[in-house]
């Protein structure tokens, strides 16, 4: 099945520990992108990337980092920089640029830091 | 600041119900408009879309929205609500002008009662 995977689902994080979300895609999508989701704040984007070896950053990047070394991995890096890490982490796709088409989600995963 | 309101952060409703949610925009230019829905534990999915002509929408399961330019609004309705469509909805814009991903609304959460 086509799609896209988060890994892992859950992850507990120690204070001043970095941690990598793997966001895996299948589609042939060029476009990538990790968004934050907080109760009562919505998505707020992170990082976006259109195509290989290039990435933007969105409104909240500050403490995170990734990369996109190939078409269908686009991993996400919560770092000990991160004042607030704990939410929940969504990864995205879409065919195009997004103002084009519609986003793919997965299932996310959900951070704490402890 | 570009930005995308939505007006109500929770309602509640009975079964068969007409339904309103909110949702404004302050972008400039052109704009491409989405509704996303998140049932519970499920991924994010897409609602409806506007990208231009016939600013009535129609969507999955009933759902249609219509697009307001000059009021910067794309508010989405559904005749007559079901327990099912319990969920949080999200309303997401792109505009030209505001470079190439998807910005979020902060959602409403909608509950219906049988």
């Known amino acids: 099945d086509g799609g896209i995977t988060q890994s892992p689902k859950y992850l507990f994080r120690k204070e001043g520990q970095n941690v990598t979300l793997s966001c895996e895609q299948n589609l042939n999508h060029d476009a990538m992108y990790w968004y934050r989701q907080d109760p009562g704040q919505g998505l707020r984007l992170i990082y976006y990337?259109?195509?290989?070896?290039?990435?933007q950053k969105g409104d909240i990047a500050e403490g995170y980092s990734v990369s996109r070394e190939k078409k269908e991995s686009f991993p996400l890096t919560v770092t000990s920089a991160q004042k607030n890490p704990t939410a929940f982490y969504l990864c995205?796709?879409?065919?195009?640029?997004?103002?084009?088409?519609?986003?793919?989600f997965g299932e996310g995963s959900r951070l704490t830091v402890l | 600041a570009q930005s995308v309101s939505q007006h109500n952060h929770h309602v509640i409703l009975s079964e068969a119900a007409s339904l309103e949610l909110g949702c404004n925009y302050s972008?400039?230019?052109?704009?491409?408009l989405f509704w996303y829905v998140q049932y519970p534990g499920q991924h994010l999915q897409l609602l409806l879309k506007y990208f231009s002509g016939d600013p009535l929408v129609k969507g999955i399961k009933g759902f249609e929205a219509e697009f307001i330019k000059s009021k910067f609004s794309f508010n989405l309705r559904k005749p007559s609500v079901q327990w099912s469509d319990t969920a949080e909805y999200f309303c997401a814009v792109i505009s030209n002008q505001a470079g190439t991903a998807l910005i979020f609304g902060k959602g409403t959460t909608l509950s219906v009662s049988s």
């Open positions: 995205a796709s879409s065919i195009a640029p997004s103002n084009t088409g519609e986003l793919f």
């Open positions: 972008y400039g230019g052109t704009v491409n």
């Open positions: 990337s259109q195509i290989v070896n290039d990435f």
